[in-house]
């Protein structure tokens, strides 16, 4: 249980201090919410597996976060043409991010975004847009209940259906379910 709350807290808290700090990167808008879902799908898993939510429930939640992963990606490989070089050309290309050094003096090397020589690094500068992910309202909303719903299951689990009651466990199921 107090892994699901810390989970929660430091996903909140790494989001709050980044747009404070104006740390946010196009990259960051991908990855971060990879994590949730791969959280999300980690836990449904286990959480079906022990009985603690139904079966439907976390197969549903795994198929749509998958879903969700797909279309995002499959949206970046298309705009750049199914071919890209590195990972920091997947995510270049955004008006006003910069990758790398861009005055002609770069002189090759892995650097941290992948560059392996001038031909790539140009490439990479070429690349279309990368549109950075915006999360929506009901997103927001779902991420929290499933949260709530994996908090409940560990807790009614450890206290024998005690706590939360039955009520609150279906609704938590129907609004992980419904959003």
């Not at 001038?118 to 490439?123: H, I, M």
């Not at 009520?167 to 938590?172: A, P, T, Y």
Request: aromatic share 12%; hydrophobic share 45%.
């Amino acid at each position: 249980f107090a892994g699901v709350v810390m989970a929660g807290f430091s996903d909140w808290l790494d989001g709050y201090v980044a747009r404070k700090m104006g740390l946010n990167s196009v990259a960051g808008t991908y990855l971060d919410p990879l994590g949730d879902k791969l959280f999300v799908c980690s836990m449904a898993v286990a959480l079906g597996a022990k009985g603690l939510i139904p079966v439907w429930l976390g197969c549903f939640l795994v198929a749509r976060d998958v879903s969700l992963i797909a279309g995002a990606w499959t949206q970046r490989g298309r705009a750049l043409g199914w071919r890209w070089d590195t990972w920091g050309q997947f995510f270049a290309g955004t008006e006003g991010v910069q990758f790398g050094d861009t005055d002609g003096t770069y002189q090759g090397g892995s650097g941290l975004y992948g560059f392996g020589d001038q031909e790539s690094l140009k490439k990479q500068m070429d690349a279309p847009p990368v549109p950075p992910v915006k999360p929506e309202l009901i997103g927001k909303i779902s991420t929290c209940a499933q949260f709530a719903l994996f908090g409940g299951a560990l807790g009614n689990g450890a206290s024998g259906g005690e706590m939360p009651g039955p009520e609150v466990m279906q609704f938590l199921v129907f609004v992980s379910g419904g959003t």
